[in-house]
């Protein structure tokens, strides 16, 4: 997504007409910022399945929710995926997968420019302290 469109992702109220689970939610933020430079890597995959992947969330519910995101992506456009992602978490599972989209964005040990606006801009809108993405990023 160029970056020029983050303040109408972030900030706009388009709404999605499909409600996500809190998996989902998790997965649809991390793909936000895994989608942002154009390029999606191994690395960046991996680093979400090994978080999202449990006893109750197997490889084909991972499938079946990659496929569900993508298409409201696609369909109703970013802003609609992440209002619908926001408003699935609580404050705390809001800081966890924000969490995992800095740890996918940072999955191939760099962040690209559109990668580091998106993380900044979803931080601002999801209310992450300034001080917790300094953490998260460790310098990068």
Do not use: C
């Not at 007409?17 to 998790?26: C, G, R």
């Not at 084909?60 to 802003?79: D, K, L, W």
């Not at 962040?111 to 900044?120: H, K, P, Q, Y």
Request: hydrophobic share 45%; no cysteine; charged share 25%.
């Amino acid at each position: 997504m160029p970056v020029q469109d983050l303040d109408q992702v972030f900030n706009g109220g388009v709404r999605s007409a499909e409600q996500l689970s809190a998996k989902e939610a998790h997965l649809a933020l991390a793909a936000l910022i895994m989608w942002s430079d154009g390029a999606v890597q191994d690395e960046e995959l991996r680093v979400m399945s090994d978080a999202l992947l449990d006893g109750e969330f197997d490889q084909q519910a991972m499938q079946a929710a990659s496929t569900r995101v993508a298409r409201i992506y696609r369909q109703e456009g970013p802003g609609a995926l992440f209002n619908a992602a926001a408003a699935q978490l609580s404050g705390t599972e809001r800081t966890e997968a924000f969490q995992l989209a800095v740890r996918t964005a940072l999955a191939d040990h760099r962040l690209t420019d559109a990668e580091r606006e998106i993380v900044g801009a979803m931080a601002r809108a999801l209310e992450i302290p300034a001080e917790h993405i300094g953490q998260l990023m460790g310098g990068a």
